[in-house]
């Protein structure tokens, strides 16, 4: 099993470009979340999902968009890239809600100029 | 607003000493608490976890102690090793499932 992967790994915006940061996982999990990582915050939960075609919002949702189309993808995107979104982002999955245990994914570092 | 404080930020120890981190909370609806271990470049791994209703929990080199009354629980490392300098974060599980960590505390061990 590979787990949860992440791609890309490293990643430069300016201002204003979308990109999509892809999430996957091959574990057959239901529960799939997105966090962002910045200096002195801790992780923190942006959107996750509780099954296919089930999305909500996290403690900072603003600037994001996800979609869970299939139990193993859980793509994040953002629409207009700010330099507030400059972060480490790692997704993580657990076989369902309420599961104790979260595998993360390597993080994909994104700046945005 | 931090839900989950945490200290130090960051902490030296010499091989075989016994580094401690202390977390916080204020929800008493926290039902869960798991330490994360992160090395450079990786992902966060769950280390060790503990239920409110318990007050230590032993694995291996690592415990957790748990004061509900207090509102803190710590992580203790037992003869730490090279090899345990990481970035440790605590958290806690709110009843709607959602994790809250704290800011992370960074670990070195000198040999």
């Known amino acids: 099993n590979a787990g949860v992967t992440q791609t890309p790994k490293f990643q430069v915006l300016k201002t204003g470009q979308s990109m999509t940061l892809q999430c996957a996982q091959d574990?057959?999990?239901?529960?799939m979340s997105w966090y962002r990582q910045d200096p002195g915050m801790g992780l923190r939960l942006i959107h996750y999902s509780v099954g296919a075609g089930i999305t909500d919002q996290g403690e900072v949702p603003n600037g994001y968009n996800v979609s869970r189309s299939t139990t193993e993808d859980f793509p994040l995107r953002l629409l207009s890239a700010a330099p507030s979104q400059t972060s480490v982002y790692f997704c993580a999955s657990s076989k369902e809600l309420g599961y104790n245990e979260q595998f993360f994914g390597p993080g994909t570092r994104l700046t945005v100029l | 607003q931090q839900q989950v404080k945490q200290s130090p930020q960051s902490l030296i120890v010499q091989k075989g000493g016994i580094p401690i981190i202390n977390c916080a909370y204020e929800n008493t609806a926290f039902d869960y608490f798991p330490w994360y271990q992160q090395f450079p470049g990786k992902g966060p791994a769950l280390l060790i976890a503990i239920r409110p209703d318990v007050s230590e929990k032993k694995e291996g080199r690592f415990t957790i102690s748990f004061n509900k009354s207090a509102k803190q629980f710590s992580l203790h490392i037992m003869d730490s090793q090279p090899g345990d300098s990481a970035t440790y974060f605590c958290a806690a599980r709110d009843t709607g499932n959602q994790f809250y960590f704290g800011t992370g505390t960074s670990l070195t061990v000198i040999p």
């Open positions: 574990m057959n999990h239901e529960y």
